[in-house]
């Protein structure tokens, strides 16, 4: 059960939101567990399991962020429930008043059942190859905006739900994203008059047109181009007999490129969607809202460091061979979460992630990471050169299971003196994280610890008093 320091109860009505909210920075939540966890050791029942701080008071940073940026005013907020899940993520966006992209019947069915749930049309069913079973469901929750980039999907909507508000999800030059969805969705310009004249011959309401330039997007321009392709599909529709009224801008928005984007994307609205147009325009951003709210800390649990040859080393001798394959690494470090848990995002999100240490020979350190973090590009300074650390070595660092695949970091900076049983911190760890976090080799999912964050700003004091508020008058 929740303590009295805890600012939200909700124990019975909603059990998954039941966790502990503290009110505290991220940094000082983290040095409280830590030392709780090494107190715990002392007494012999050992706890160094990773684990997930997430400061609520972030992602409503990220809220209003996108709130002051040139498309502010205009683009509504669907956020991609896929990017994390987590019910007190979705509960907080929702009482802020965002609405939600959901991409399965699960996703939908969650945000629906949130405590401060959202009207169903505030939900856009936005995955264009859906199962049957999904899109009955959605027709009986009355969620009604849907994408689709085929005909099968035309075909399929018609028989099951022949009055959803279709959306054409479009293909758009993704090349210099992250991660390619145009490899798998999106409907070339060419067949966008085909598919609009089937939608017409069956009875179906086509509203807009969608597209997703691909996650971790590098170019602005891409946006530029995308919503230029956009026009021309309104067009077609207007050809087809529809009159268009939404457009989707997906997500594949970052903090290092966000300010360069939307100026981008305003400047293309004002050419080709003017205010005038009676044109509504909303978007999908998942890794922008969330990424930073999550800190995870993990400990070392083994360590290997690189021995000297103790003879001399013949060439082309096995010894010689593995010397090679040792590596530039001083210290190798085994950490307790890997790319088979919360790390998948190397794998999968091709991320790089930046360590930095929390305890140095079991102290704790004051130092908090500089934020915003690097961006993913500047990895030639790592986050404890950045801090300031001077002694430093070279080291790898290594998740828990017996794959060797599961490499977190070949080569980075830490400083020295680090040790088993030392705690190390990896900022910006809150999008397409947990959600994808397996089991394997029987190694747990790290769990979440939550914050409304330092109370002394005021973004955490309004996150603190919403979630009150909410409770208060809807839970009492
Ligand atoms: N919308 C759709 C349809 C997606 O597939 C995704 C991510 O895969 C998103 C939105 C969120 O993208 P991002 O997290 O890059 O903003």
Same mark, same amino acid.
């Given at each position: ?14 059990? &998954? ?20 966890? &090494? ?13 997930? &701080? ?26 991609? $429930? ?149 026009? /021309? ?23 290092? $490129? ?65 010397? /090679? ?33 929390? $305890? ?17 590009? &500047? ?10 650390? /001077? ?9 828990? $299971? ?58 955490? /004091? ?15």
């Amino acid at each position: 059960r929740t303590t009295p320091q805890s600012v939200c109860s909700y124990d019975e009505e909603h059990p &998954a939101l039941s966790a502990q909210v503290h009110d505290k920075s991220v940094h000082a939540l983290i040095q409280e567990i830590i030392t709780q966890k &090494a107190q715990v050791q002392a007494d012999e029942t050992e706890d160094e399991s990773a684990f997930f &701080a997430c400061d609520l008071s972030a992602i409503y940073q990220s809220f209003l962020e996108w709130k002051a940026s040139p498309i502010g005013d205009r683009v509504e907020i669907f956020y991609a $429930t896929k990017c994390n899940p987590s019910p007190q993520v979705l509960h907080l966006l929702s009482l802020l008043g965002t609405s939600f992209d959901c991409a399965s019947m699960s996703e939908i069915n969650a945000v629906l059942s949130l405590p401060s749930a959202p009207s169903p049309d505030r939900i856009i069913f936005a995955n264009p190859c859906k199962p049957a079973s999904f899109v009955k469901n959605a027709a009986q929750k009355g969620v009604k905006m849907m994408t689709f980039d085929n005909a099968d999907e035309l075909y399929k909507i018609k028989r099951i739900y022949p009055t959803a508000k279709l959306v054409l999800r479009i293909l758009t030059d993704d090349s210099k994203s992250l991660c390619r969805l145009g490899l798998k969705f999106g409907a070339p310009l060419a067949t966008c008059p085909g598919l609009l004249s089937l939608a017409k011959q069956l009875g179906l309401d086509v509203i807009g047109v969608s597209f997703h330039v691909g996650s971790g997007c590098k170019d602005p321009m891409q946006f530029a181009d995308a919503v230029w392709r956009a026009r /021309k599909v309104f067009d077609m529709g207007k050809s087809a007999g529809y009159e268009f009224n939404l457009l989707d801008i997906g997500g594949g928005f970052e903090r290092e $490129t966000f300010q360069e984007m939307t100026q981008v994307l305003s400047d293309s609205f004002d050419l080709y969607f003017p205010e005038d147009s009676g044109v509504r325009i909303i978007a999908e951003p998942g890794r922008f809202m969330v990424s930073s709210a999550f800190t995870l800390a993990t400990s070392i649990i083994a360590s290997r460091r690189a021995q000297q040859p103790t003879g001399d080393v013949v060439p082309g001798s096995i010894e010689e061979e593995e010397e /090679k394959t040792e590596g530039a690494a001083d210290v190798m470090y085994y950490i307790n979460d890997g790319v088979y848990g919360s790390f998948n995002c190397i794998m999968f999100d091709h991320q790089i992630v930046h360590p930095h240490p929390l $305890t140095i020979s079991g102290d704790l350190m004051k130092t908090e990471p500089p934020f915003p973090p690097l961006p993913n590009v &500047a990895v030639e300074v790592d986050l404890p050169i950045q801090m300031g650390y /001077k002694d430093t070595e070279k080291a790898s660092v290594w998740g828990p $299971t017996c794959d060797s695949i599961d490499c977190v970091r070949q080569l980075v900076d830490m400083p020295k003196g680090m040790d088993i049983g030392d705690w190390v911190g990896w900022t910006e760890m809150g999008a397409y994280t947990l959600c994808a976090a397996s089991t394997f080799n029987g190694f747990d999912r790290s769990p979440v610890h939550w914050t409304t964050g330092n109370q002394d700003k005021q973004e955490s /004091k309004f996150v603190k008093r919403l979630l009150e508020e909410f409770n208060s008058t809807s839970l009492r």
